[in-house]
């Protein structure tokens, strides 16, 4: 805008001043153990949004209050939130949400011989669930995007490409 507002905060430089971006997180996600490749993902994930805004860890007990946009504190909820793009769980309405998703290869012809009944069982519908009810869904490819938008039909507008990082100490 003309005035320098972005929204209802005012630009100052390279920044923007006024109340810091809050983005929600299950705390299962944001303590999740980063020796696995799901929770490397989202240890990295989540300590890098640390810097730039302020995390929010949302508990089993405080997400029915998130939901419902109050908070048992009187704490404002978050601004946004980031949810599995392959897990069940409580959608937050009324907010904007990004599902954080890998991948539909699953649903290839030619890997569902391979895929495990049980797998397609759970994921297979939790996937849908999450990346229906999000805002956007961020993916680590075009081909992953391609995939999301071939199997769901999504707007391509709904979904992001963000690469996943490399660790180092590899």
């Known amino acids: 805008q003309p005035d320098g507002r972005v929204g209802s905060r005012l630009r100052h430089g ?14 299962q996600l944001a303590r999740i153990d980063p020796r696995t490749g799901h929770g490397n993902v989202w240890r990295h994930l989540v300590d890098g949004l640390r810097a730039r805004v302020d995390v929010v860890e949302i508990g089993a007990r405080s997400r029915r209050s998130m939901l419902s946009r109050t908070t ?19 959608q937050p309405s009324g907010a904007a ?12 012809p030619l890997q569902l011989p391979s895929v495990p009944v049980s ?52």
């Open 119 to 170: 797998f397609l069982a759970r994921v297979a519908p939790a996937t849908e669930t999450a990346v229906r009810g999000s805002t956007i869904t961020a993916v680590p490819s075009e081909f992953a995007a391609a995939g999301f938008r071939d199997l769901y039909g999504l707007d391509r507008n709904r979904i992001r490409v963000v690469p996943l990082g490399v660790d180092l100490p590899l």
């Open 72 to 90: 048992a504190r009187g704490t404002p909820p978050p601004d946004v939130w980031l949810v599995d793009g392959h897990a069940t769980g409580p």
């Open 14 to 27: 390279r920044g923007v001043m006024g109340p810091r971006l809050r983005v929600g997180v299950d705390a």
């Open 97 to 108: 949400s990004v599902a954080i998703a890998y991948d539909v290869r699953w649903s290839d």
